[in-house]
């Protein structure tokens, strides 16, 4: 993405999609609809251990044209993708049946269509400004902008929560990657100035915590080392395995059930290979109740040193960061940073840095030479702020 686009205003964005739309399919859209990519600033694997996080919306979105259509086709193209229009049946949708791209936006109206609701067909055009791979979940961005237009145009009337899990679902079920539910979670429900305190056993009672960035003189970096590492899809499933198996032996639901006091001693009923898993999930879910304790307090800095330990229980612990992401986290924390850390699932994309405003170019600064130094590709650097969940867009609509 470049700047430009990153902070082209998005009624023209919108406007742009809908012309795409009317050429690629001939018709006006219904309307327009975005849904944003997220950033977690602290609360890294924990959701599917029914656990805590607290992400926040990024500007960056997924903007989503879209037509209803009577024949139960349905119809997509994005213009991030290869170019073609995939066209395929409501009715024959299955898991394995729809590869690449189009499974994230085919696997929602599965979903809904699993979930006993009555949806058709649409036509489809995406175009996104949210990185993809970056671990700054463009993929719950694609899900969920169909999930909140698929909601108006077939009339569903679900909840914020509902349709992230509805998008949750096509992730896991239909394209495949055992994801939790924070991603969807933000995506639908993060509000403008605020980070959304998630609980993913109850998702429903998620609250809003205000985190005024601009207001206390402070600055969210988002670095993107640009790195995936292979390892990632495989290595998720066999750590949430070992989180299950840690629960189980404990008798408990599930690892959020284990609270910072009864940790030293749970810790000694498990085998070696589990103890630091747990001990990073049970010390990073009270790294969220601190971290929302400081937000309400109107002390946004005082999540530095959070966001420190959170980096190093990631890397020490649960081990899934990475060279290039220990780099970036350490270089901003030596240039100046208030706290840094790996943010996302691992093995690369990308960390976050909270500075004080006017000190953004010297750390990513510091951060780049570091990468040049280490022979790494350059990092893509953004400066973000807690943007708005999904939604329509106006000014678009009519057919
Ligand atoms: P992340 O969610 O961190 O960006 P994922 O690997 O979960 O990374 O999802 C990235 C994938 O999502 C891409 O490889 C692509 O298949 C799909 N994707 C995301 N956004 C778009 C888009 N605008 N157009 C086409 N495909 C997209
Ligand atoms: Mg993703």
Request: glycine fraction near 12%.
């Amino acid at each position: 993405m470049n700047p430009t686009t990153q902070w082209d205003d998005e009624d023209k964005r919108a406007d742009r999609a809908a012309d795409t739309f009317r050429q690629l399919f001939g018709a006006s859209p219904d309307g327009v609809w975005a849904a944003p990519g997220r950033v977690n600033l602290i609360g890294e694997h924990t959701d599917y251990n029914d656990g805590f996080a607290l992400p926040i919306a990024l500007p960056q979105t997924t903007l989503l044209a879209a037509r209803s259509r009577t024949d139960g086709l349905l119809r997509l193209h994005s213009a991030q993708g290869d170019g073609r229009i995939t066209e395929l049946a409501v009715a024959e949708l299955a898991p394995g049946v729809v590869t690449g791209w189009a499974g994230y936006p085919a696997g929602v109206v599965w979903a809904l269509t699993e979930a006993g609701h009555p949806v058709g067909g649409a036509d489809l055009h995406f175009d996104s400004t949210v990185p993809t791979g970056a671990g700054l979940s463009s993929s719950a961005a694609l899900e969920c902008a169909v999930a909140v237009a698929y909601d108006e145009l077939y009339a569903l009337k679900l909840t914020g929560p509902e349709l992230a899990r509805t998008a949750q679902r096509a992730e896991n079920g239909f394209v495949g990657v055992p994801c939790g539910i924070m991603d969807q979670m933000a995506s639908v429900c993060c509000t403008a100035g605020a980070a959304l305190h998630l609980d993913a056993r109850t998702p429903a009672h998620h609250q809003q915590v205000p985190f005024d960035l601009q207001g206390q003189g402070l600055r969210l970096l988002v670095m993107d080392t640009g790195v995936t590492h292979d390892l990632a899809d495989g290595a998720y499933a066999a750590l949430r395995a070992g989180c299950e198996r840690a629960a189980a032996l404990l008798g408990l639901a599930a690892l959020r059930d284990l609270s910072a006091s009864e940790l030293p001693g749970a810790l000694l009923r498990l085998p070696g290979e589990l103890v630091p898993l747990v001990r990073h999930v049970v010390t990073e879910n009270a790294r969220v109740a601190e971290a929302v304790s400081r937000l309400r307090e109107g002390n946004a800095a005082a999540l530095g040193p959070i966001l420190d330990e959170g980096h190093a229980s990631l890397r020490d612990d649960y081990r899934v960061s990475c060279a290039e992401t220990d780099l970036a986290a350490a270089v901003a924390q030596v240039a100046g940073a208030l706290g840094a850390r790996m943010t996302g699932g691992g093995f690369g994309g990308s960390v976050i840095a909270l500075v004080r405003a006017g000190e953004e170019s010297a750390v990513g600064a510091a951060v780049t030479a570091a990468f040049e130094a280490a022979g790494y590709r350059a990092p893509r650097i953004l400066t973000v702020t807690p943007a708005a969940g999904a939604r329509r867009l106006a000014a678009v609509g009519a057919r």
